[in-house]
């Protein structure tokens, strides 16, 4: 869960601990791509689209998927879907999801993904 907000980022790793998932979770793409060793597991990439730093959400997810292609991404964002989209679809295995949404949505989102295809 990448998020530079530190209320909406607990909010969402509370929700998500709470629905039985292990949560990794940094304030910007820098701190996220710290976090991870390439040994390690990941099912599902949650981050806030407009994040700080040199990478945003979109591009983090970007080099993520390098490293990993069948990584599932969610884009969380307040603007419109369309800003995250840009000019074409998302990739297979990417979805957006535009605030304001309940924990509800969160919670039905994240198992749907997990899905294989």
């Given at each position: 869960?990448?998020?530079d907000?530190?209320?909406?980022r607990?909010?969402?790793?509370d929700a998500m601990?709470a629905?039985g998932?292990q949560?990794l979770e940094a304030a910007d793409?820098?701190?996220?791509l710290?976090l991870l060793?390439?040994?390690t597991?990941?099912?599902?990439l949650?981050?806030d689209?407009?994040?700080?730093?040199?990478?945003?959400?979109?591009q983090?997810?970007?080099?993520?998927?390098r490293?990993r292609?069948?990584l599932?991404?969610l884009?969380?964002?307040?603007?419109?879907?369309a800003e995250v989209?840009?000019?074409?679809?998302?990739d297979?295995?990417?979805?957006?999801?535009?605030?304001?949404?309940?924990?509800d949505?969160l919670?039905?989102r994240i198992?749907?993904?997990?899905?294989?295809?």
């Amino acid at each position: 869960m990448v998020d530079d907000e530190p209320t909406i980022r607990t909010l969402l790793v509370d929700a998500m601990l709470a629905q039985g998932y292990q949560v990794l979770e940094a304030a910007d793409a820098a701190a996220a791509l710290a976090l991870l060793a390439p040994e390690t597991h990941l099912d599902l990439l949650v981050t806030d689209v407009g994040l700080p730093g040199a990478l945003n959400g979109r591009q983090l997810a970007d080099a993520l998927r390098r490293l990993r292609p069948q990584l599932p991404v969610l884009l969380i964002t307040g603007y419109a879907e369309a800003e995250v989209i840009g000019d074409g679809d998302l990739d297979a295995g990417m979805r957006a999801l535009t605030r304001p949404f309940t924990l509800d949505t969160l919670e039905r989102r994240i198992p749907a993904m997990l899905l294989p295809s």
